[in-house]
């Protein structure tokens, strides 16, 4: 059961920064003006960590994939589909309010009407994703 949480989490994550990338791509069109919206709003990290969260979204889609069959073959019982994905709605929303939050403290950036659209899109993509 760890070894599938695991899994999960790893996914999760990975879908948790490829929200947050799409985000700021639909919030900010423009590459120019998303490139320096990103610096200023301490998102520098957004694109190396677009690569890391690709690779271990694949790990933990992989696992999960692996470690579900197993256990489905062994007769043990899960949470349910629809137990499971409100559980990861909520770690997924409450996790992108986090990283948003805490990276605009870092980089002193401003929590004002911009940075409100990006974080309603973004609670919608998380759902989504």
Sequence with gaps: MRRLRAAVVLTSAAGLFAGHALDYLLSVPDPSRRHAVLHATG??????????AGAAGVVG?????????????AGGAGLGWRR???RLAV??????????????????????????????LG???QLIV
């Design 61 to 73: 889609l992989l696992a999960a994939l692996v470690f579900g069959f197993r256990r489905g073959r």
């Design 123 to 125: 609670l919608l993509l």
């Design 91 to 120: 770690l997924q929303t409450a996790a992108f309010v986090a990283l948003e939050v805490s990276e605009r403290l870092v980089a002193g950036a401003s929590f004002g009407p911009a940075f409100l659209r990006i974080l309603g």
């Design 43 to 52: 998102h520098a990290y957004l694109p190396d960590a677009l690569v890391a």
């Design 84 to 86: 499971s994905a409100l």
